[in-house]
């Protein structure tokens, strides 16, 4: 069974910084492409960061570039989301999400990842 833990979650003031991980189990995980994303209510979850298999090709939406680095142990099964200057607007629920890739790419759209998480809560005042 598969399972992503995400963890790391808070209450941070504007300007501050959080450290997001997403432990994985059940899977091989130097196989899969890692994610994040993140939602908000009423809307759709988005695209925030994604890294490919060996850590090698990382990409960013554009409203976090600069600020988020994503990286990951393949040792340890588990992917990071290290988030800095952090605004109100990056409050939302963090999803990481595990993507069976057979090259070494990665996405960006939700719909090609086969696993997510139960979510971990930003909160970022302002």
């Known amino acids: 069974q598969v399972q992503l833990v995400e963890s790391g979650g808070g209450l941070v003031q504007a300007g501050g910084s959080l450290r997001l991980s997403c432990a994985a189990s059940g899977l091989t995980f130097s196989t899969y492409a890692m994610g994040w994303f993140r939602q908000t209510p009423g809307k759709e979850r988005e695209f925030v960061a994604a890294i490919n298999r060996s850590g090698g090709r990382t990409d960013y939406a554009d409203s976090v570039k600069g600020r988020f680095t994503i990286s990951r142990d393949n040792a340890k099964n588990t992917v990071y989301l290290q988030m800095n200057i952090l605004k109100p607007e990056d409050t939302a629920v963090y999803f990481c999400?595990?993507?069976?890739?057979?090259?070494?790419?990665?996405?960006?759209?939700?719909?090609?990842?086969?696993?997510w998480g139960q979510g971990t809560q930003v909160t970022v005042s302002s």
């Open positions: 999400a595990a993507d069976l890739v057979l090259t070494g790419g990665l996405h960006s759209e939700r719909g090609n990842y086969d696993y």
